[in-house]
């Protein structure tokens, strides 16, 4: 089983919820709004590639648009193997919280 790190899983569940919209510019937003802190746009690169280059995730030019110049934006999308390895790390999580809850239940 591949673990995540926390950082990981955040940025595989942006990816999943922006969809076909996934970029740069939105993963930035959309972790930052799912985190309460201000990412900045170079920050969010280094944790994409290496989602990457573990193949957990993909990456693909888009066309260009004249709106960017004529530059094109780097789409990203989750693999298989991305899936998988969330859901192995949820389970994870959902098993060790069921233990924090008895624990506050029961306080010592």
Same mark, same amino acid.
């Given at each position: 089983m591949r673990f995540l790190s926390s950082h990981d899983e955040i940025f595989l569940l942006a990816i999943i919820n922006l969809g076909d919209n *996934?970029? /740069?510019v939105t993963i930035r937003r959309e972790v930052s709004r799912a985190t309460g802190e201000e990412w +900045?746009? /170079?920050a969010i690169y280094d944790p994409l590639y290496r989602l $990457? +280059? !573990? /193949?957990? =995730?993909? +990456?693909?030019?888009a066309d260009s648009t004249p709106e960017r110049g004529g530059r094109s934006k780097r789409m990203y /999308? =989750?693999?298989? $193997?991305?899936? !998988? *390895?969330?859901v192995a790390h949820k389970q994870v999580r959902d098993r060790l919280w069921r233990g924090v809850g008895r624990a506050v239940a029961e306080p010592k």
């Amino acid at each position: 089983m591949r673990f995540l790190s926390s950082h990981d899983e955040i940025f595989l569940l942006a990816i999943i919820n922006l969809g076909d919209n *996934a970029y /740069g510019v939105t993963i930035r937003r959309e972790v930052s709004r799912a985190t309460g802190e201000e990412w +900045s746009i /170079g920050a969010i690169y280094d944790p994409l590639y290496r989602l $990457e +280059s !573990k /193949g957990l =995730i993909h +990456s693909f030019l888009a066309d260009s648009t004249p709106e960017r110049g004529g530059r094109s934006k780097r789409m990203y /999308g =989750i693999r298989p $193997e991305g899936y !998988k *390895a969330l859901v192995a790390h949820k389970q994870v999580r959902d098993r060790l919280w069921r233990g924090v809850g008895r624990a506050v239940a029961e306080p010592k």
